[in-house]
């Protein structure tokens, strides 16, 4: 059973579409987040969330909006996709323990081409 | 300004070499946490270690191996007796109190050959 688990795995899409990108985690945690890995496999955050209340937003550009209906889900939704949009998207959630921290779990990555 | 540096872009072996990736870090707080992550070709992100900023005992599993050391603000890995599956590219991320992001160094690509 994935811990975490997005769909879908791979998206080719014109620019100027808007997409969807799913997030679902079954570890109980409260913490939900999106990382980007771009063409040079730098890693990097975007959004975090922490009972559906966003948390973090890393200067993101407000054509990417993600949404939390409850706390096992965080999903990405991106308007007028561009070209520099094309990156690997990691979904990832956590839960603070008070005696070792956080440790932040992934989903297998949504590949997103934007042609 | 927190910073995570691996400086080694890529390190190729021979199967059952031993093999060090380097990671150097950079960070006011007193409290932080660090980790390695393994992303093998298929892509996903593996956890495969934390440390938090007070415990500096060093931790083997099998043939990993991490060295913490404050005094020189590292937090070295080695694979012994490498092996083709650990193929793969290896990150290194610190995450201050408290924060709860992750700053990623830009990876360390591993190819072990047989």
Redesign the interface.
């Known amino acids: 059973d994935t811990a975490v688990s997005q769909t879908p795995k791979y998206l080719v899409t014109q620019m100027g579409n808007d997409k969807s990108i799913k997030c679902e985690q079954n570890l109980g945690h409260d913490?939900m987040?999106w990382?980007k890995q771009d063409s040079?496999?730098?890693?990097?955050?975007m959004f975090?969330y922490?009972n559906k209340e966003l948390?973090?937003n890393?200067t993101v550009p407000n054509r990417f909006s993600p949404k939390s209906p409850d706390k096992a889900h965080l999903n990405l939704h991106i308007n007028s996709l561009e070209l520099g949009d094309s990156a690997?998207y990691?979904c990832?959630s956590?839960q603070?323990q008070s005696d070792?921290?956080?440790?932040?779990?992934?989903?297998?990555?949504s590949?997103l081409t934007v042609v | 300004a927190q910073k995570v540096t691996q400086a080694q872009t890529e390190i190729s072996v021979v199967e059952k070499e031993d093999v060090t990736l380097d990671c150097v870090y950079e960070t006011r707080d007193t409290t932080y946490y660090l980790f390695w992550y393994k992303q093998p070709p298929s892509g996903e992100l593996v956890f495969l270690i934390r440390r938090n900023s007070f415990d500096e005992q060093n931790e083997i599993s099998g043939r990993y191996s991490w060295n913490f050391q404050k005094s020189t603000s590292s937090f070295n890995f080695t694979i012994t007796a490498s092996q083709v599956v650990d193929s793969a590219v290896y990150f290194c991320a610190l995450e201050t109190y408290n924060t709860d992001k992750l700053i990623f160094g830009t990876g360390t690509r591993l190819q072990v050959f047989p």
């Open positions: 913490t987040y990382y040079k496999k730098f890693l990097k955050i975090s922490n948390i973090i890393e690997v990691f990832a956590s603070y070792s921290g956080n440790t932040i779990y992934f989903g297998e990555g590949w």
